[in-house]
DNA sequence: TAATCTATGTATAAGTA
DNA sequence: TTACTTATACATAGATT
C-alpha cells in the first residue's frame, strides 16, 4: 500500500520504523473507530510503543465514566492521565461481563448486580495496588525518613481495602443466601426481591 | 474501498452489518498484526460483538503465559477458550506495568518483582471472581440442593483467596522493611540483598 | 449462510518540502 | 521532526454463486 510492496517483519531501519509507527497507529486506531461505529460493537485498542507511552482506542466512553468513579484515588494523582489509561484497560475487561450481563434475562440481571460492584472493586483494588507500585518506585530518590512515613501510610491503606474485600465477601455470602431463598419460593427471582439481598 | 464510498455511520441492514463486520474485523486484525511486527511494539486489540462473542489480538505471547500460570485454574472449567481469552485481558492491563518496569533500572526491577506478583495475583483473583459469577448465572437452572453444594464450595474458594492475599499483604510489608534497611546501608539495592525479601 | 470476484476507495511507502 | 505529494498496494462494498 505505498511505492512498493513491504514484508511483513521487523523494520530495522530505526527511523522509518518510527515513521510506519506513527502512520500506522493512525490508520488502525482510525479503522477500530470505524469499525465499532459501522457495526455498532465495542472496541478496546491498545498499542504500547516500545518506548513505553501508550496509545488506545476504546469505544463505550459512558462505561469509562462508571469505572472512573470507583478508581477516584486516581484524580488526586499528579500524573493523573497516566493512570486514567489503566482506568480505560480496566475498562474494557469489565467490557466483556457489562455486554454478557445485557444478555441474560432481566431477572440474572438483576440478581447479578451486587456481584458486578464486587468485581469493579477488585479491579480498583487492582489499579491502587499499580498505584502503590509506582510510588515505591519514586520512593527511592526519597530519604529513608519519608519513606517510612510512605510505607506506613501504604500499609494503612492496603488494610482498609482487604478489610473492604472482607466485606465485600460478607455481601456475596448474603446474595447467595437471598438468592437460595428466593428460588426456593419460585425458582426464580423476582425483581421486588433484588432489593432484600442485603439486611436492613 | 468498495464499489461505492460508505458513510461512517451505523449500519442499519442488519445482514450487510453483519457481512461488514466478519471483513473489517479480521482486516482490523491482520492490520494489528502487521503493525506489532513491522515495529516490534506490543499490541491488545479486542472486539465485542454485540452477540456477546469476543474476538482479540494479542502480541506478546510469552506473558500470556506468564499470566495463565496464576489463573491456572481455568483449565479446569469446561468453557476454558472463554476464560482464556479474559486471561489475555488481563495480560493486556499487566502489560504496560511490565513495560515501565524495563524502563527501570536494574536495581529497581529487582526490587519491584515482589509487588509484581501481587498485582498479578491480584488480576487472578479478579478473574476468579468473574468465573464464579459465571457460574452462579449457570446455577439458576439447576436444583436448590446443587446450588447449595457450589455455593458452599466457591466461598471456601474465596476464603482461601482472601488468606492468600493477606499472606501476600505480609510479603509485602516484609519487602517494605527489607527495601528500608537495605537503603540504611547504600542508599541502594544491591542484587544479592534481594533475595532476603522473604524470611529464611 | 459462506466463498469468491472485481471495481473502486483507502492506506501508506517513498519522495519532497 | 512534521507535513505534504504521489504512485502503488491493499482493503473491501456490492455482486455473483
Chains 1, 2 share one sequence.
Do not use: W
Not at 14 to 39: D, H, M, Y
Not at 46 to 56: A, I, K, N
Not at 88 to 106: G, N, R
Amino acid at each position: 500500500m505505498g511505492r512498493r510492496k513491504v514484508e511483513i517483519k521487523r523494520i530495522e531501519d530505526k527511523n522509518s520504523r518510527q515513521v510506519t509507527f506513527s502512520k500506522r497507529r493512525s490508520g488502525l486506531i482510525k479503522k477500530a473507530r470505524e469499525l465499532s461505529v459501522l457495526c455498532d460493537v465495542e472496541i478496546a485498542l491498545v498499542v504500547f510503543s516500545s518506548r513505553g507511552r501508550l496509545y488506545e482506542f476504546s469505544s463505550g466512553d459512558s462505561l469509562v465514566k462508571l469505572l472512573g468513579r470507583y478508581s477516584g484515588h486516581y484524580e488526586q494523582e499528579p500524573e493523573a492521565s497516566k493512570y486514567y489509561n489503566k482506568a480505560v484497560l480496566s475498562f474494557a475487561e469489565v467490557l466483556h461481563i457489562v455486554q454478557s450481563q445485557l444478555e441474560e434475562s432481566t431477572i440474572e440481571q438483576l440478581s447479578l448486580r451486587d456481584l458486578e460492584k464486587l468485581e469493579i472493586q477488585l479491579a480498583a483494588t487492582l489499579s491502587g495496588t499499580r498505584a502503590r507500585k509506582s510510588q515505591l518506585v519514586r520512593e527511592t530518590i526519597l530519604t529513608r525518613q519519608e519513606k517510612e512515613k510512605l510505607l506506613k501510610a501504604e500499609n494503612e491503606g492496603l488494610e482498609r481495602e482487604i478489610a473492604e474485600m472482607e466485606k465485600n465477601e460478607d455481601c456475596r455470602r448474603e446474595m447467595a443466601i437471598a438468592l437460595m431463598s428466593n428460588t426456593e419460593n419460585s425458582g426464580h427471582l423476582r425483581q421486588s426481591q433484588t432489593l432484600m439481598l442485603l439486611p436492613p
